[in-house]
């Protein structure tokens, strides 16, 4: 395999309609690491995602992967890109319509001339790497949460791609399913050499696979550097962020919202009592 | 003064603005449906789905409009044979009932409930896939998602809206018998005569034609409708996804209206 290229982000700022939700990101990925986007919810990882993606367009700044500006490349060289990535979705974003394996099949279908045994082959293949070998005739509406997004896995190595790219791959999974995904990635990684570039808000996946880390908050970039880097950090948002601490709330306490249920002329004291 | 000025222009400039941005709307669509036309050959992958999409827009269809059509058939034959018989001239009735059908009717109704029926679930389906980001899984994967998704539809539609209509006029000039002649006791001779008479190969070309530009108006209004679901102003989701429904429904069936009159003063 040729070497992964880096992506450079380079004074980008992006966010939807001109109205910026990250600004001036300057940040080089590593080329064959993984590269984790961590932040809270609503920090503009997807967002970030999207515009590495070219699905939306900068505000302002560059995304490059290696030497070529994505933002400026024809369409011809973007659709030459699109086959060495994959992308996995926050939901998997199967198609609804198709089976597993059929969706597994769509990028091989799409762009090779492989015969219809060595597609069904290789598609079994990659089920069975994310252990989905027995669900070939599922509908992706048939399947668990985790399920799907271990699906999108397969559909996303597909082609073999270069460089993976994972919007929260452990979001909504427990912690066991969550650990065997990020087995799994780390497993892929090593194998097949491949860049990965994962959007996370779940630290333990973060310490499990980072190599590379950028933290989005406030509106831009808070931290870059290696995962040691990281944790040896003394900002103290990010200590809170890191140590999974509460921030002080400045708004009313729960106690004080609760509305006294004389009030609302409810009695609900034959079935349960609370704390009366 | 500067006052007077403005009160003055703003109701003209808005409605300036209002124009601009229709129109602007309306050339987008057509790009849009060029687009989709293009890529309807674009790979030979592409005919099997367009026979699935001609199975579900076509097949499924004709049930439906042989029902339409057999009524609108027979309440043409009441109603005309109803007036026709104030000037004692029931014998008209056929040639009536078959240039209506085959030059109006037919290709207006069966475009109006397709759009119903087929053109409303291409809404929604395009609008779920984008807000559950399918299509932007489509467009990473390199596979175009207005050839993937669209185009096997435009075809579909190109091919269905013809036969349908086709289905259409047959059967109604059978409703227009059976009222006509069945029910009111009209010359059956007389009637199929008066059909064969009157109907040239013109009537059915222009039918054809309103068939075909009818088929690209619901597909590419309904498709586009639903592929750009996302970029409506407060409204998103599944929310989203019924207004653009509505709104696909609703444009189509107008844009069949007005193209209707447009191509009838062309061709009459
Ligand atoms: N399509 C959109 N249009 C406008 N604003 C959006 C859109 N999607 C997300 N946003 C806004 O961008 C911000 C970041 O969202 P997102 O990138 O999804 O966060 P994250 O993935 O980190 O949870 C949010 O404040 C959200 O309101
Ligand atoms: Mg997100």
Redesign the interface.
Known sequence: MPSVPDIRLENLTVGYEGKAVVSDIDVVLPGGRISVILGGSGSGKSTLLRHILRLEEPIAGTVCFGDHDICRLSKRDMHCIKQRIGVLFQDGALLGSLTLADNVALPLREHTRLSRKRIQEIVEGKLALVGLEKFLDYYPNELSGGMRKRAGLARAMVMDPAILFCDEPTSGLDPVTAADLDQLLLEMHRTFGMGMVVVSHDLANMRAIADFVMVLGDGRVLFQGTRQELESVDDPYLRRFLDRKAEERQGPRVGETAVDASVMKVDCSRYWSMGK | MSQDKSTLSTPVAALGRVTLAVLARLGDMFLFFLESLALIFS?P?QFPKAVRQTYFIGVGSVLLILLIGLFTGMVMGLQTYYALSKFGSEGFLGAAVALAVVRELGPVLAAIMVTGRAGSSMTA?IG??RI???V????????NPVS?LVSPKLAACLVSFPILTTFFDLIGIVGGYVTGVALMGGNAGVYISRVQDSIEWGDVWVGYVKALVFGAIVCTVCCYKGYYTHLQQDLAGPEGVSSSTTQAVVLSSVLILLSDYLLTSIFL
């Open positions: 790979s992958s389906e779920v896939m559950s980001d399918q932007d899984a489509l467009e990473v994967m390199g596979i993937y």
